[in-house]
C-alpha cells in the first residue's frame, strides 16, 4: 500500500472517531442541562401529568444511551428530528441555511485566501520595509476591529454614502446568482477583512522561517529574483503551516459568523443556531453542534490531508 | 599577460556580532586579502572554520552570508568591479559567470523540487538556453559526473538519493550554465571518505573537461593538494602563505603551514593485551523495530582496560549502532556483552547505576550535547552530584581538578557553552564523562567536527587522560588517520558485520581484505598525484555512492 493512502486513511479514521467523540460531549452536555424538552415545551407552569405523558411520548424515559444511540443512527441517515418549536423537519431547515452559509463562505473563502497568501508574500519580499509594516498595519487593525464595527461601518459607506448595495443581505432562491452575490457582497467583505490578518501572518511566518533555509542561500546564489526566489522556492516548503490556518479560518467561516449574520440579516446557520438557543430548542442545538463538528472535523483532515500531499518524501517514497 | 579572470584586491569584510549581554559590535573577520585566479585554474582556500575561506569565496560572487558584509577593497571578475555592480548586475554575475557547490547539497538542493528543475533553473532564467538544451546538458554532466541512469536521475527528488550524488548533482547544477568560475566550499568534507575520493575524482574530471576556473575551499590540505594548481593558507583572515600547490605541500614556509602538513603525525604504540577485557561483544545482533533487518550481524569484539579499540567504516556500516547495543539504547536480538566482569542487561531500564556510571559517552558534536543555559561548572557538576552526591566546596573542587585535566584551568566555570570554542566545548563534554570515574568511555566521531590541529589536540588529551585515568575507549570514527594515532585495537566494519578485527598492526598490515583495502587507500594524501594513483589501483568500488 502506498505510504500516502495509508496516512491518508488514518487521518480518516480518526476523523470519524473524533466526530463520534463530538457527538457523545454535545449529547451530553445538552442532557446535563437543568430541565428537559417535555420541560421547554409545556413551559414551567405544566403539571406532572402532563410532562410525564409527553416524555413518555418523546420516549424521554429510555436510558440515556438507548436515546444517544437512537439520535445518532437516525442522524447518521439524515433524520436530525423536529424541532420544538414549530414541529418541522431540522433537517430540512438546516439544509437550507447550511447551503447559504456555505455559500457565504465559499465566496468569502474566495477572496480572502489568495489575497492573504499575496500579501503574506509580498510582506516577505519587503519584510521589515514600509510594504509589510502598511500590510500587517492593516490587516491587524481588520483584525481588531469588532466584526459587527465594521459591518456598520462598510454599511454606512456602501449603503449609505455610496448607494452601491443593499444593507439587507437577505436571499431567496428565485435570485439570480448575480443578484445574490451583490446582496452578500458587504457581509463577505467583513470576513475577508476578519480572516485576513491570520492566514497573511501565517503565510509571512511560515516562508520566512523556511528563508532561513541552504536551498534559498542556493537560490540567491542562482541570481534569481527576490520575488521568484519566494514564490518559487520557499512557498512550496511552506504550505503545510499556511494550510492549516487557512483551514481554520475556514472553518471560523462556516461556524463562527453569528454576528455577521444578525448584522446583515442573512438566513445561515449562526442565526439558526442563536435563535433556538433563546428558545430553549434543544434538538435544533444538538443538530447544529454535531453539523458544526463534522465540518471543522472534515475542514482540519483535509488540512491535513493537503500537508501530507505537499511533501514529497510522503508523496515520493525512496 | 596570463587572462586574469578573478582579481581580488585588498579585501576586507566585516560583520556585527551580538556578544550575550552586550551592545552589538561591528568587527572585521578578512583582513586585505589579495590573490587572482587565471581562466581555467583551480586555486585552493585552506584553513580552519574561522579563517575566512567561505567568507572570502563568497566574495567572489559579492555574497555575505548573514550579516557578513564586504567592507574594503575591489573584486574583479572579467574585468568588471562586482562591488559595484548593484542588485540587477549580480543576479547576472550569479549563476551565469560564477556559481557555488555548497558543503551540504543535502541541504543546498530545494526538498520540493525535482533535481532536474533546480540543475537547469539557472540556464533557463539567464536564457543561455532551451529547455531541451539544458536538459540534454545536464544528462550529459550526470554521466559525466559518474551518476547511475543519467537519463533519469533528474526526474528524482532530492531526498531519494545519496549524499555523494547529490554532491554530484550540486557540481552539475553550478557546471550546467557553463560559467566561468566556480566556487566549491567544502564540497566533499561532510561525506564518508570512500565516497570523497570519487566525488573529488568526478570534480577534477569536470574541472579539466569543461575548463571552468575553481575556486576550491577546504580545511583538508591533502583534498586540497589533489585538484588545486596554487594553494592560499589562510588563518584569522590574513593570508598565512600563497604559492604553487607543490611549494606549500613539499617547502612550506610558515610554521602554522608546516603544521598542516605534518598534522596527522601522533605516534601511538599498540598496547599488548592483558588477560581480562573490559568489554567484550559476542555474536551481537541487533535490528531496529519493525524492520526486518540486521543492522548488527553477529559482532564480537574485546577491549582491554587503559585500550583503545577503533570502530571504522563508513556510514551505515553499523559502528554507532554497535554502541546504542553497547549502551542498552538498543537491545540485541542475540548475543551476550560482557562490561568489567558482568554480563549488562540487554535494556538500558534494566541496568544498574554503576553499570551506567562506568559506562559514559561523548558525541561528535558536543554543540548539541551540553545544555545551552548551564554553565561549564553546572555541566561538569551534574554527573559528580548524580553518582556521587558531591555538593558545595567538594564538587566545586572536583570540578576544578577536572578543568585543571582537560587543560582549561582557571576563569571557565562560570562560562556557558555558546562563549566557548568547539575544540573547548568537546573538552567539558570529556570532562563530564570523566568526572563519572567511568571504565570505558564510548567516543562516537569525537574529532570528525573539529578543525585538524583543534582535532589533533583532542586526540592527544584522550591518549594522555587514558594514562592518568587507566580508561578505555571505545573509538567510533570514519576517519583512518586518527585510528593511526590512537588505537590499539581495530574493528573495521562494513555492512553491519565485523570484516577485519585485530591488533593495530597487524589490521593495517597487508594482505588486506578488498574493503578494508578500498578504506585504507581512500584516505587523502598530502602527495601530488595520489588521486590518479589510487584510482587506477583500486580492486572495488566503493558501496553505492
Not at chain 2, 154 to 162: A, K, L, N, T
Not at chain 2, 408 to 418: C, L
Given at each position: 500500500m502506498h505510504p500516502i493512502l495509508k496516512l491518508v486513511t488514518q487521518r480518516l479514521a480518526l476523523g470519524l472517531l473524533l466526530l463520534l467523540a463530538a457527538s457523545a460531549l454535545i449529547f451530553i452536555g445538552v442532557e446535563l442541562l437543568p430541565g428537559d424538552v417535555a420541560q421547554s415545551i409545556l413551559g414551567?407552569?405544566?403539571?406532572e401529568t402532563a410532562l410525564r405523558n409527553l416524555r413518555e411520548e418523546l420516549g424521554l424515559n429510555e436510558p440515556a444511551l438507548t436515546r444517544y444511540f437512537k439520535w445518532l443512527f437516525a442522524a447518521l441517515q439524515g433524520d436530525l428530528g423536529t424541532a420544538?418549536?414549530?414541529?418541522?423537519s431540522i433537517s430540512k431547515a438546516v439544509g437550507e441555511r447550511l447551503g447559504n452559509t456555505l455559500f457565504l463562505a465559499f465566496w468569502a473563502a474566495l477572496f480572502s485566501v489568495p489575497l492573504a497568501i499575496v500579501l503574506g508574500l509580498i510582506a516577505v519580499r519587503y519584510r521589515n520595509r514600509w510594504p509589510d509594516k502598511l500590510i500587517s498595519g492593516i490587516t491587524l487593525s481588520t483584525i481588531s476591529l469588532p466584526e459587527f464595527v465594521a459591518g456598520y461601518l462598510l454599511m454606512y459607506l456602501f449603503t449609505?454614502?455610496?448607494?452601491?448595495?443593499?444593507p439587507i443581505s437577505t436571499i431567496y432562491s428565485g435570485m439570480s446568482l448575480g443578484e445574490k452575490l451583490s446582496a452578500i457582497a458587504l457581509p463577505v467583505m467583513v470576513l475577508v477583512l476578519v480572516v485576513l490578518a491570520h492566514m497573511m501572518r501565517m503565510t509571512r511566518a511560515a516562508i520566512l522561517n523556511v528563508m532561513q533555509s541552504a536551498y534559498i542561500e542556493t537560490a540567491e546564489l542562482k541570481g534569481l529574483r527576490p520575488f521568484v526566489i519566494i514564490a518559487r522556492h520557499a512557498f512550496p516548503n511552506a504550505i503545510a503551516p499556511v494550510v492549516n490556518v487557512v483551514m481554520l479560518n475556514l472553518a471560523y467561516l462556516v461556524v463562527g459568523v453569528v454576528v455577521v449574520e444578525v448584522v446583515f440579516v442573512y438566513p445561515g446557520m449562526g442565526q439558526y443556531l442563536v435563535d433556538h438557543v433563546t428558545k430553549r430548542d434543544l434538538p435544533v442545538v444538538q443538530a447544529c453542534g454535531l453539523i458544526f463538528a463534522a465540518v471543522y472535523i472534515g475542514l482540519n483532515i483535509l488540512a491535513d490531508v493537503i500537508s501530507i500531499l505537499a511533501n514529497p518524501r510522503l508523496r515520493h517514497p525512496k | 599577460m596570463p587572462d586574469i579572470l578573478l582579481d581580488v584586491r585588498n579585501l576586507k569584510i566585516g560583520a556585527t556580532v551580538y556578544p550575550p549581554g552586550e551592545a552589538p559590535k561591528d568587527i572585521e573577520i578578512v583582513h586585505g586579502v589579495s590573490f587572482q585566479l587565471e581562466k581555467g585554474k583551480v586555486l585552493g582556500l585552506i584553513g580552519e572554520s574561522g579563517a575566512g575561506k567561505s567568507t572570502i569565496g563568497l566574495s567572489s560572487m559579492a555574497y555575505g552570508r548573514g550579516g557578513v558584509r564586504i567592507t574594503g577593497g575591489e573584486v574583479f571578475v572579467n574585468g568588471r568591479d562586482i562591488l559595484k555592480a548593484g542588485a540587477a548586475g549580480l543576479r547576472a554575475l550569479r549563476g551565469r559567470e560564477v556559481t557555488y557547490v555548497a558543503q551540504s547539497a543535502a541541504a543546498a538542493?530545494?526538498?520540493?523540487?525535482k533535481i532536474m528543475e533546480q540543475v537547469i533553473e539557472t540556464t533557463l532564467m539567464h536564457g543561455l538556453a532551451t529547455r531541451a538544451e539544458a536538459e540534454a546538458r545536464a544528462v550529459a554532466l550526470f554521466g559525466k559526473l559518474g551518476l547511475p541512469n543519467p537519463q533519469t536521475f533528474?526526474?528524482?527528488?532530492?531526498?531519494?538519493?545519496?549524499g555523494g550524488q547529490l554532491q554530484r548533482a550540486m557540481t552539475a547544477m553550478a557546471l550546467c550554465p557553463e560559467p566561468d568560475l566556480v566556487v566549491f566550499d567544502e564540497p566533499t568534507t561532510a561525506l564518508d571518505v570512500t565516497t570523497q575520493i570519487d566525488v573529488l575524482a568526478a570534480i577534477k574530471e569536470a574541472i579539466h573537461a569543461t575548463g571552468v576556473a575553481a575556486l576550491y575551499i577546504t580545511h583538508d590540505l591533502a583534498v586540497v593538494a589533489q585538484v588545486s594548481d596554487d594553494i592560499m593558507v589562510l588563518r584569522h583572515g590574513k593570508t598565512v602563505e600563497y604559492g604553487t600547490v607543490s611549494q606549500i605541500i613539499e617547502t612550506p614556509k610558515e610554521d602554522y603551514t608546516r603544521a598542516l602538513v605534518s598534522v596527522h603525525a601522533i605516534a601511538h604504540e599498540e598496547k599488548p593485551a592483558t588477560a581480562e577485557p573490559v568489554l567484550k561483544v559476542e555474536n551481537v545482533t541487533a535490528r531496529y523495530k519493525g524492520t526486518n533487518f540486521d543492522v548488527l550481524k553477529n559482532v564480537s569484539v574485546e577491549l582491554h582496560p587503559g585500550q583503545t579499540l577503533a570502530v571504522v567504516g563508513e556510514s551505515g556500516s553499523g559502528k554507532s549502532t554497535l554502541a546504542r547495543a553497547i549502551t542498552g539504547l538498543l537491545p540485541p536480538s542475540q548475543g551476550r556483552i560482557t562490561f568489567a566482569g558482568r554480563e549488562l542487561s540487554r535494556e538500558l531500564k534494566d541496568r544498574k547505576l554503576d553499570d551506567l556510571r562506568e559506562l559514559q559517552m561523548i558525541y561528535q558534536m558536543a554543540d548539541v550535547a551540553m545544555n545551552p543555559r548551564h554553565t561549564v561548572a553546572t555541566i561538569i557538576g551534574r554527573p559528580l552530584e548524580f553518582y556521587f552526591g558531591l555538593k558545595g566546596d567538594a564538587k566545586r573542587k572536583r570540578v576544578q581538578e577536572l578543568l585543571d585535566e582537560i587543560e582549561?584551568?582557571?576563569?571557565?566555570?562560570?562560562?556557558?557553552?555558546?562563549?566557548?570554542?568547539g575544540g573547548q566545548k568537546q573538552r567539558v563534554c570529556i570532562a563530564r564523562a570523566l568526572a563519572a570515574k567511568p571504565k570505558l568511555i564510548i567516543c562516537d566521531e569525537v574529532t570528525s567536527a573539529l578543525d585538524p590541529l583543534v582535532a589533533a589536540g583532542i586526540l592527544r588529551l584522550l591518549l594522555d587522560l587514558q594514562k592518568i585515568e587507566g580508561v578505555a575507549y571505545l573509538f567510533i570514527t570514519h576517519d583512518l588517520a586518527t585510528v593511526k594515532s590512537i588505537a590499539d585495537s581495530i574493528a573495521v566494519m562494513y555492512q553491519g558485520a565485523v570484516q577485519r578485527y585485530g591488533g593495530k598492526t597487524d589490521v593495517l598490515t597487508p594482505p588486506y581484505d578488498d574493503y578494508t583495502d578500498l578504506l585504507l587507500s581512500s584516505v587523502p594524501e598530502m602527495k601530488l598525484g595520489w588521486l590518479e594513483h589510487v584510482l587506477a589501483h583500486r580492486k572495488m568500488e566503493s558501496a553505492g555512492n
Open positions: 414551567q407552569s405544566a403539571t420544538l418549536t414549530n414541529g418541522q449609505v454614502k455610496i448607494r452601491l448595495f443593499s | 538542493f530545494n526538498p520540493a523540487k533528474g526526474d528524482r527528488y532530492p531526498h531519494q538519493v545519496s582549561m584551568g582557571r576563569g571557565f566555570a562560570d562560562r556557558y557553552p555558546a562563549e566557548l570554542s
